[in-house]
């Protein structure tokens, strides 16, 4: 029987899915254990691919199902290629008691040692619950399809506990991940996107590419409105700037918009751009953005995959709530990803980086490999509006309501002039280079494949 012609809930169907012409090869022998191990390529790129057995107690796991999965990862850490997870599990089996437990654990050991070593993918196709929602948490990326859901314990547990009512797809499923959590990076429209999209995510990650410095240059200038007050969406920027017809794939499209992290390809090699998005918030850093962007760089950083920052942004968003979610140690997160990060890193100021979130979002002092800024870039401690109104308080509180906006907006000319902005942050080397929005592509391009391409040391913990 082909494997496409099963249940389509059977491991190998879905695995003939995934893999190249359908072709796959046992690691070990299929038994009843929840799950199976293979090995076959994607985009041409070996992988070794576990799947739960959703045909068999659906797919929880014991010690037998367990030890394969441990098997799998010891192959991926052997070949040192990217390991795929396909997840529907409802967890640790009931009939191996604490032993299944303690073999779970076994698990979860394999995947913190691979960590930042080899790419883990995980695809979750349908109700993953308890050690089989872990599982996948403890790995890169996370790509949900439609029925997938991932919570600790299912909607009948919840009600008996907390006498919640809740039904699956609201306590687990795209709905819940796709704004609220931060833990799924891709929710897939329909079952093949996210085929698909784990295709595309093994392709970038396990085949960089080399990076030809001779990107051709378009004119960017129409993406970013002159005014620093308009609001604008980044993602047609972000587009023009990566090559056309290659892979491309957005993390957590819906989880901290401010922030837009994607993974794509310019000069024909995997790049990783990190951007503020204007749409959403203006485009300012809040917590969720911090912790957010801090993952993405960790990420690109243990993989060796070179960084493109795009900074449009006029500060840390303020306010008691944010103090209290977090913000300075979510934010700190940043800081601190950023300054061990030793991939190529490559920052463009379009508008505006003000303040502290001018340092978090890659600057020089941060270590970054080269930062540019377009001409009409304005870099400051805060804007020259915001900071006249400071510095000159007392004076202009003292004018007629109809003369004060004139007198700010004289102030704040002349302190522009005053504060130096783009040209003296390039003066004091903050900024390495003015360039037109024209030359942008080859300008990346270049900065990057003339770095030394190193890879950090570090795992990719869960932040």
Known sequence: MSPLSRDPR???????????????????????????????LIKGNKVVIFASDATVKSGALGVDGSHVIVTAYKAAMG????????????????????????????VFQSMILASGRIPQLSLVLGPTAGGGAYGPALTDLIVLAPEGRIFVTGPDVVKSVTGEDIDMALLGGPEAHKKNSGLAHIIAATEQAAFDDIRDLTALFANHGFMRPDAQDIDLSEFVPDSTVRSYDVHPLVN????????????LSMWAPNMTTIIGRLGGATVGVLANNPAHMAGVIDAAAGEKAARFVRTCDAFGIPLIVIADVQGFLPGAGQEWEGAVRRGAKLLHAFGEAVVPRVTLITRRAYGGAYVAMNSKSLGATHVFAWPCAEVSVMGAVAAVRVLHRKMLAELPADRRKSMELELAAEHEKSSGG????????????????????????KAISQAPHRRGSHSNMPL
Do not use: M, Y
């Open 10 to 40: 059977d491991p190998e169907s879905r695995i003939a899915r995934l893999v190249d012409e359908e072709n796959f090869t046992f690691l070990i022998p299929r038994t009843d254990c929840g799950v199976i191990a293979v090995t076959g």
């Open 240 to 251: 023009a700037i990566l090559d056309k017809g290659s892979e491309q794939i957005e993390l």
């Open 422 to 445: 783009v040209h003296q942050a390039l003066e004091i080397g903050a900024v390495d280079e003015i360039i037109e929005p024209g030359s942008t592509r080859s300008s990346l391009a």
């Open 79 to 106: 070949a040192q290629v990217p390991i795929i997870g396909v997840w529907h599990s409802g967890g640790a089996r009931l009939s191996d008691g604490v032993a299944s437990l303690d073999a779970f654990g076994e």
